[in-house]
């Protein structure tokens, strides 16, 4: 591996829900659903608009809390507090945007900074150009196509070295070259922490190891 792609050492995990609902006032969210699902690996998460896939990506996540139910993310059968949880999750959604006064490597850098990541230059330089965005590093956002902003919603979710990436319809805005890109991301996030890749599109579905399908009534069958 070059340096470049090094990247801290990801502990196996398990990812558990149990009854986990959510509600938007009187509109349902997510209909309750338990899973359980572990590192290595990729778990496609599918399901018709409005199942739920991006609240429950956001839940995952930390930014939403459920109405009901838990969800529990565990490193080496250590529990994490939710302050802890999120600093292992990464998370790409197409509804991260940046400051378009600030370059590509500034907006990340603003990130990593406020996460309090250590040589926070260094990881927005292993995190651009693992997706290709090296050369265009200290381009303004307004500058990059929507594209390249969308490999930068990945770079964001990078930064760190997540044990757990959340990619909600990572290949959006993309063409072959993205597509390929993302995928061999989530073929190295997968070696050795978990995937969850919340899409419809089978050039994405198949690079799941395990699957959940989400329903109008709830969890459908793992594939």
């Known amino acids: 591996m070059s340096a470049a792609l090094a990247r801290p050492a990801l502990a196996p995990l398990t990812l558990e829900a149990d ?118 590093a200290h381009d303004l956002v307004p500058e990059l196509s929507s594209g390249m902003r969308q490999r930068l919603r990945l770079a964001f979710a990078l930064l760190g070295g997540p044990a757990l990436l959340l990619l909600d319809e990572p290949g959006s805005h993309l063409d072959d070259e993205g597509r390929a890109t993302v995928a061999r991301v989530v073929n190295e996030q997968a070696r050795e922490g978990l995937v969850i890749l919340a899409t419809n599109d089978e050039r994405e579905t198949t690079l799941g190891t395990q699957r959940i399908e989400l329903r109008r009534r709830g969890l459908g069958d793992p594939a």
């Open 19 to 136: 009854g986990l609902t959510h509600r938007y006032g009187r509109r349902r969210g997510l209909d309750p659903l338990s899973f359980r699902v572990g590192a290595p690996g990729v778990v496609a998460l599918t399901g018709p608009n409005g199942s739920g896939k991006s609240t429950l990506l956001r839940i995952i996540a930390g930014l939403l809390r459920p109405t009901a139910g838990t969800l529990s993310l565990a490193l080496d059968g250590e529990t994490l507090e939710p302050a802890a949880r999120r600093l292992r999750v990464g998370f790409a959604s197409p509804e991260l945007s940046f400051y378009d006064e600030l370059s590509a490597f500034e907006n990340l850098a603003f990130a990593a900074e406020a996460r309090g990541l250590g040589e926070a230059a260094a990881a927005v330089g292993r995190a651009l150009e693992r997706v290709g965005l090296s050369a265009r």
